[in-house]
């Protein structure tokens, strides 16, 4: 089985600009979250998504936000980009109930200048 | 906010040597999860211990559970090179509905010396 798989897997943006991160997870799995990990926080959830519906979400700002599609897919936008922004996004796929592990992908590191 | 905390931050060992990385949270919790991220990587599922549950193993690996001290404890026998990587504890809270996502701790780095 493939694993979950993160595109781009590096980006450079400007402040003020906006950007989208693309997760596609492992066949079968209908359940997709996103990490914000940075050196100073450690991992922070963003939210979850299950079968195309957002089921948890994090602490963060509305700047912040997703969309799970049919084919699980999931995208996450960040818009006006801020310096603190900058950090490793991480997706995860899992089967969705409590005791599925979650598959995590390379992750895409996003710089913002 | 973080609910798991390793101890310690980081772990320097020789090749051989058992390395033993320790867990603390702060609610009550369904289950606890531990995961290895190497350098620059994804994060890898390691082991899960449900909160019923004092103790479990997989291969190399041996993982507690006490939630009267609300901690767990990650321990690697025979350790290899090849375990050098960041470890986290992650919980599940209780109750919760898995509002927050699984919960992460701050990870200890391990450095195993070949």
């Known amino acids: 089985k493939a694993g979950v798989t993160q595109t781009p897997r590096y980006l450079i943006k400007t402040r003020g600009q906006q950007v989208t991160l693309s997760c596609s997870p492992i066949?079968?799995?209908?359940?997709v979250s996103w990490y914000q990990q940075t050196p100073g926080q450690g991992l922070q959830f963003l939210f979850e998504?299950?079968?195309?519906?957002?089921?948890n979400k994090g602490n963060f700002p509305g700047r912040f936000s997703g969309r799970q599609f049919s084919n699980s897919r999931s995208e996450m936008n960040v818009s006006t980009l801020e310096l603190g922004d900058s950090a490793l996004y991480l997706c995860?796929?899992?089967?969705?109930?409590?005791?599925?592990?979650?598959?995590f992908g390379n992750g895409t590191r996003l710089t913002v200048t | 906010s973080q609910q798991g905390e390793e101890d310690p931050q980081a772990l320097s060992i020789q090749e051989g040597e058992n390395a033993t990385m320790n867990c603390s949270y702060k609610?009550?919790?369904?289950?606890l999860q531990w995961y290895r991220q190497n350098s620059g990587r994804g994060l890898v599922h390691l082991i899960l211990?449900?909160?019923?549950?004092r103790e479990k193993h997989s291969g190399r690996l041996r993982v507690t559970l006490d939630t009267s001290k609300k901690s767990s404890s990650l321990l690697i026998t025979a350790s290899r090179a090849a375990d050098t990587a960041s470890y986290f504890c992650?919980?599940?809270?209780f109750g919760r509905g898995g509002a927050d996502g699984l919960t992460f701790g701050k990870g200890t780095h391990l450095i195993i010396q070949p």
């Open positions: 066949s079968g799995h209908r359940s």
């Open positions: 995860a796929s899992s089967l969705g109930s409590r005791d599925s592990p979650l598959h």
């Open positions: 998504y299950f079968s195309e519906t957002q089921r």
């Open positions: 211990i449900r909160s019923n549950e």
């Open positions: 609610t009550s919790i369904n289950n």
């Open positions: 992650a919980t599940d809270a």
